[in-house]
T-cell receptor
Framework: EAQVTQNPRYLITVTGKKLTVTCSQN?????MSWYRQDPGLGLRQIYY???????DKGDVPEGYKVSRKEKRNFPLILESPSPNQTSLYFC??????????????FGPGTRLTVL | AQKITQTQPGMFVQEKEAVTLDCTYD???????LFWYKQPSSGEMIFLIY??????QNATEGRYSLNFQKARKSANLVISASQLGDSAMYFC?????????????FGRGTSLIVHP
């Protein structure tokens, strides 16, 4: 079954404690991205990757890091989380970078609370 | 300027009636794709329907149809015969060629509540 998996699904942490949210896809997609969703703001892109070892900032990259060492994995790293990073996070992937037609597959979401 | 605009923060509809959720977009790229997603209270993002900029006909998927008016840059979602399970957030999205790759942009969403 084609899917994007994220872990953990729920996380409560404290300010400053480094954390990583994993994302993995089994569809051999080149393009992967991370979004955060906040009430009234829709989905905002944090980082994206067009292929292995290629990552770029999205609209709201501050406070986040990513890496793309393998095609299937795209972890999101919060080196020093702060309460304003409390949000719902989605990982997504799609197969074609240069075509606008492909649907993005979304992970189930990670609900992060930073105290 | 926002690339995707959803002007209705919230909508109410009676069960079995049709409802239209508005979406306008802004792009100068002749090649783009428009998408609608549903997000129920459980949080997952569910793909509903896709419309390509070169598609001649409006997209349809079961009870969902996309009213695509290219000249007006409008891509409204029409849900026919609403059901209670349609209560959710709905996001309009677009992929166009910004900076050399097709970066998706999302609207802020419309919350739909279906009354029995």
């Amino acid at each position: 079954e084609a899917q994007v998996t994220q872990n953990p699904r729920y996380l409560i942490t404290v300010t400053g404690k480094k954390l990583t949210v994993t994302c993995s896809q089994n569809m051999n997609h080149e393009y992967m991205s991370w979004y955060r969703q906040d009430p009234g703001l829709g989905l905002r892109q944090i980082y994206y990757s067009m292929n292995v070892e290629v990552t770029d900032k999205g609209d709201v990259p501050e406070g986040y890091k990513v890496s793309r060492k393998e095609k299937r994995n795209f972890p999101l790293i919060l080196e020093s989380p702060s309460p304003n990073q409390t949000s719902l996070y989605f990982c997504a992937s799609t197969s074609q970078v240069l075509e606008g037609t492909d649907t993005q597959y979304f992970g189930p979401g990670t609900r992060l609370t930073v105290l | 300027a926002q690339k995707i605009t959803q002007t209705q923060p919230g909508m109410f509809v009676q069960e079995k009636e049709a409802v239209t959720l508005d979406c306008t977009y802004d792009t100068s790229d002749p090649s783009y794709g428009l998408f609608w997603y549903k997000q129920p209270s459980s949080g997952e993002m569910i793909f509903l329907i896709y419309q390509g900029s070169y598609d001649q006909q409006n997209a349809t998927e079961g009870r969902y149809s996309l009213n695509f008016q290219k000249a007006r840059k409008s891509a409204n979602l029409v849900i026919s015969a609403s059901q209670l399970g349609d209560s959710a957030m709905y996001f309009c999205a677009m992929r166009d060629r910004s900076g050399g790759s097709y970066i998706p942009t999302f609207g802020r969403g419309t919350s739909l509540i279906v009354h029995p």
